[in-house]
Every structure is written in structure tokens, then in C-alpha cells.
């Protein structure tokens, strides 16, 4: 069975303003405002118009950050439905 | 000024200070929290949210009148539309409506469309807006 693969909107889509730690996203697809943490931001970045499953996402993010979870995977999956739930990723 | 620097190798390209640890969070801790519409937004941004018919998903394809993605071309089906609804239009569609600029025999078919959003499909977070009580 493939990975299922998740795709973020244009960062253009995205307005962003970091707040003391958070960041604040307004969505202008959806017209919606999240609050969000890290790694939202950072997955959000890693998949803005370039599709990828769990691995590629790490894959990518690996080349800027390392992890301290040993659960990777399982992490990135979780932080994954979050978003999709918020209407920030969609599965491609 | 420069300070000693023994650890760097010679010709790599990559400042390895510069790396930082991403957390990436329990599994079961939630790293977003969406703002209600009804909460911190007019009116007006709602309406003006977008749905695009069909998503990118499913660029290209036909809408049958149960609102399904259908393959293009296929006959009862209504063709894609040319630019995303506005929530405004959505809202029109889902009232039974024709909003101008839009095919009254292929209205039926885009509601459809609109009612089988689910989350994580594009213009889902905005049908959703629509449904608010606010």
C-alpha cells in the first residue's frame, strides 16, 4: 500500500507573523486564522507545494534540523492530522 | 576578529552550528489551535474564503450530480469550474441558488461537490466556515 502524501498551499497563500514563540498563520485559501507551534511552521515549509510522504518529509526536514524523538515518524504522522484537520495540508 | 576554529574541516560547505533541533512533539500533544471564524473574523473574510470545484486533488475532473469527481467528459457530468467559489457563491449553491457566472443545469452538481468536502480536502476549512452559527 503506498504512503499516503500530504501537500501544503503556496506559501503565498500562507500570511505568517511569528508571536513570542507561536505563530500566527492566516490561511487566505480558507480564510481562517490558526495559532500554531513548531514543527507546524517548519512542516508547512518543508511541504508547500511539493508533495511528500512521512519519509520524504523527514527526509527534507532533516536537511535543516535534527530530532531528539526517537518516535519520528509517529510524531510527524500526528502533527500531519493535525493539520489536515485544520484544512493547512491536504493529502496529494 | 576570529576566534580559533579546529572543529571546522576544511571546505565543508555546511555551518554545522547553525543546525537547530526540531522538536516535533508528543503524539498526542496538538500544535495548532484554529481561531473561530465566528470569534476573530467579519463576516466578510468568510465570504470571501475559496472553494475550488473540484480541488487541486482532483484537477481536471468532472462533477457528476452527486457531487463525485467523475473522469472529464463524462456525459450528465458538469464540467470544472474556472476559478474557485467564494464562500458568498458557495453559500448561494448550497441554498439552492444559481450564483451569476455559474451554469444553473450544473448548480446542483457543485452543491453536491461542496456538501462531500472533508477535512483535509481543499475548501474544506471554508464550507466549514459557512456552516458556523455565528
Partial sequence: MAALRY????????????LDGLTLLYHA???????????????????????????????????????EDDAAAEAIGARLVELEAAGLVRRA | MSGPDDSKAAGDGFVASRRTVLALG?????????????????????????????GPQAAG????????????GTPGAAPPLSRPLTGEEAK???????????????????????RRLQAGMSGFTCYASLQMPR
Avoid at chain 1, 517548519?42 to 519519509?55: F, M, R, V
Avoid at chain 2, 468532472?62 to 472529464?72: E, F, H, K, L, R
Fill in chain 1, 7 to 18: 501537500i501544503a498551499d503556496a506559501e503565498d497563500d500562507v500570511r505568517a507573523v511569528a
Fill in chain 1, 29 to 67: 485559501p480558507s480564510g481562517t486564522t490558526h495559532i500554531v507551534a513548531s514543527p507546524a511552521p517548519e512542516i508547512l515549509a518543508a511541504l508547500s507545494e511539493k508533495p511528500a510522504d512521512i519519509a520524504e518529509l523527514l527526509a527534507r526536514l532533516a536537511t535543516h534540523f535534527d530530532f
Fill in chain 2, 26 to 54: 508528543a503524539i498526542a500533544a496538538s500544535t495548532v489551535v484554529t481561531v473561530r471564524p465566528a470569534l476573530a473574523q467579519t463576516a466578510g473574510s468568510v465570504m470571501a474564503c475559496q472553494i475550488p470545484v473540484p
Fill in chain 2, 61 to 72: 475532473s468532472y462533477i457528476a450530480q452527486d457531487g463525485s469527481a467523475v473522469a472529464a
Fill in chain 2, 92 to 114: 448561494v449553491l448550497l441554498r439552492g441558488s444559481t450564483p451569476p457566472g455559474v451554469d444553473p443545469g450544473a448548480a446542483q452538481a457543485y452543491a453536491n461537490y461542496i
